[in-house]
Each structure stands twice: as structure tokens, then as C-alpha cells.
T-cell receptor, first 116, second 115 residues
Framework: GAGVSQTPSNKVTEKGKYVELRCDPI?????LYWYRQSLGQGPEFLIY????????DSGLPNDRFFAVRPEGSVSTLKIQRTERGDSAVYLC??????????????FGPGTRLTVL | KNQVEQSPQSLIILEGKNCTLQ??????????LRWYKQDTGRGPVSLTI?????NTKSNGRYTATLDADTKQSSLHITASQLSDSASYIC??????????????FGAGTRLAVHP
């Protein structure tokens, strides 16, 4: 079956612009996570959805970042007034459920965002 | 502060050789520890998951160990292949107060296997 997909794979934008990054989780997965990975670093947690609701958005760096998952499947990460420091790979992951100690998160290939 | 530290940062070995990657963590509370493999330009892929009561877990040529007392883990790769060239990330899951396992990632060890 299909894995987690993310679009676009690469996005180049200018400072101050608005961008949207899309994540299609594995069908039936109720939990969805967004991470940001800077060069040479491990992913950092941004936000977690259980179904349609954002159960934990404590990782969002500021109010320029926002994410939605209106129907409990596809999610969109939205970044307003982009800054050069937002340049990173944005990873999405999904898992079948939540709470299980060995619940595996399946990652997408990421979207590489470059802010000029 | 919850942290996951890995060593070495990078490693070069010859094809067919073994290697061991290290991970130290200070995450508390602790739920489980995972090793992920991340190929360049791809998302991480889970290799092993170990809970508090497990001290070793194998997945083919990959063997992970966990010492929850000293908060250390290792990933041993046997008979390395060129396709093992990737970053290996140690991930600790701890705080589940939000109803899910929050993952804390190390920076990874970049492994290069040369012919």
C-alpha cells in the first residue's frame, strides 16, 4: 500500500511569502505528526493531530506557523511571512493509533523548504 | 532538559566490517527507545523499538541494546553493506501525558560504507 506522501518535494520561496505544505498520511491512520529537520540535526516535533483536532501544538515555533487536518486525513502546514530561518525539511508522519508504547510512526519523504 | 546524544557524529567503514553506534539519553519519564535509519533525502524508517524491560532487539543485521539504568543504547551493524550508508537516529519516547508518545530525536550518526 501507499506510504505517507508529501507535496511538494521542494519549495523555494522568498522571504515574507506564504507557503502551504501538504501531507497525505497512510489510509486509516488516525494520528499525524509534523516535524522540522534542520541540516545535520534530528527532527524536531511541531504538532500532533489525533483525528481532526490538534492534540498538541506545543512545538510550533511561533504564530506564523499553523496546521489543519479538517477531515482527519490530509493535513496542511501553513507558514506565514516566511523567514530565512524557516528553511528546513518538513517531515510528516502518521501512525495507526496513539498511546501504544511501541506505536510506530511512518514518515513521509519530507518537503525541503528554502526561503531566499 | 530532555536530550538524546549520539556518537560518533560520522563514521566511515569498509564494506563487510561491523560497527557500533552509541546513544545516551536524559529523557524522563522513559517509555521506549527506537533506532531509525534515514537515507539521504528520505524520511526516517524504523529499525527497532525497545521498551524499558527489553535490553536487546534484532532486525536482520541490526542489533540494538538498551541499558535503562545507565540510559545508554547502542546499534550494532554486522557485515555492513553499501546500502547501509545513511544516518542512524536514536529516538527516545517519554512523556505520554498528552495521550501519545512524544518522540525526542538525536542528531544522528552519519555512516558511510565504502567498497
Amino acid at each position: 500500500g501507499a506510504g505517507v506522501s508529501q507535496t511538494p518535494s521542494n519549495k523555494v520561496t522568498e522571504k515574507g511569502k506564504y507557503v502551504e505544505l501538504r501531507c497525505d498520511p497512510i489510509s486509516g491512520h488516525t494520528a499525524l505528526y509534523w516535524y522540522r529537520q534542520s541540516l545535520g540535526q534530528g527532527p524536531e516535533f511541531l504538532i500532533y493531530f489525533q483525528g481532526t483536532g490538534a492534540a498538541d501544538d506545543s512545538g510550533l515555533p511561533n504564530d506564523r506557523f499553523f496546521a489543519v487536518r479538517p477531515e482527519g486525513s490530509v493535513s496542511t502546514l501553513k507558514i506565514q511571512r516566511t523567514e530565512r530561518g524557516d528553511s528546513a525539511v518538513y517531515l510528516c508522519a502518521s501512525s495507526p493509533r496513539t498511546g501504544g508504547p511501541t506505536d510506530t510512526q511512518y514518515f513521509g519523504p519530507g518537503t525541503r523548504l528554502t526561503v531566499l | 532538559k530532555n536530550q538524546v546524544e549520539q556518537s560518533p557524529q560520522s563514521l566511515i567503514i569498509l564494506e563487510g566490517k561491523n560497527c557500533t553506534l552509541q546513544c545516551n539519553y536524559t529523557v524522563s519519564p522513559f517509555s521506549n527507545l527506537r533506532w531509525y535509519k534515514q537515507d539521504t533525502g528520505r524520511g526516517p524508517v524504523s529499525l527497532t523499538i525497545m521498551t524499558f524491560s527489553e535490553n536487546t532487539k534484532s532486525n536482520g543485521r541490526y542489533t540494538a541494546t538498551l541499558d535503562a539504568d545507565t540510559k545508554q543504547s547502542s546499534l550494532h551493524i554486522t557485515a555492513s553493506q553499501l546500502s547501509d550508508s545513511a544516518s542512524y537516529i536514536c529516538v527516545v519516547s517519554g512523556d505520554s501525558s498528552g495521550g501519545y508518545n512524544k518522540l525526542i530525536f538525536g542528531a544522528g550518526t552519519r555512516l558511510a560504507v565504502h567498497p
